[in-house]
């Protein structure tokens, strides 16, 4: 079993940035793939990247790509995605999740989720 927390979420302004964390606890982060994924009001949860275990294999959806980045530190048992750029748009609930791929993760598929952290963008 893991259990997931993410924080660093907050309210920001336009163009500004967060760095979100995700810290697992139960079992050792380095064997899943992660991912981060996000839902605004009234909307589907939606993927947003994926990271492999080791970190060499790296996915994101088209609409974050060249602003969100997505990273691992295996020895802090902890997944971050940094967000730059913020738009009023990326305004949502971000989740992480771990999987069993980051194909997979993608897909939606996962083993394990958090309780999510709200960001929200000012205009």
């Known amino acids: 079993q893991v259990q997931l927390v993410e924080s660093g979420g907050g309210l920001v302004q336009a163009g500004g940035s967060l760095r979100l964390s995700c810290a697992a606890s139960?079992?050792?982060?380095?064997?899943?793939?992660m991912g981060w994924f996000r839902q605004a009001p009234g909307k589907e949860r939606e993927f947003v990247a994926a990271?492999?275990?080791?970190?060499?294999?790296?996915l994101y959806a088209d609409s974050v790509k060249g602003r969100f980045t997505i990273s691992r530190d295996n020895a802090k048992n902890t997944v971050y995605l940094q967000i730059n750029s913020l738009k009023p748009e990326d305004t949502a609930v971000y989740y992480c999740?771990?999987?069993?791929?980051?194909?997979?993760?993608?897909?939606?598929?996962?083993?394990?989720w958090g309780q999510g952290t709200q960001v929200t963008v000012s205009s």
């Open positions: 139960g079992r050792t982060l380095s064997i899943y793939p």
């Open positions: 990271i492999a275990a080791l970190g060499g294999y790296i």
């Open positions: 999740a771990a999987g069993s791929s980051a194909e997979g993760l993608r897909r939606m598929v996962s083993d394990y």
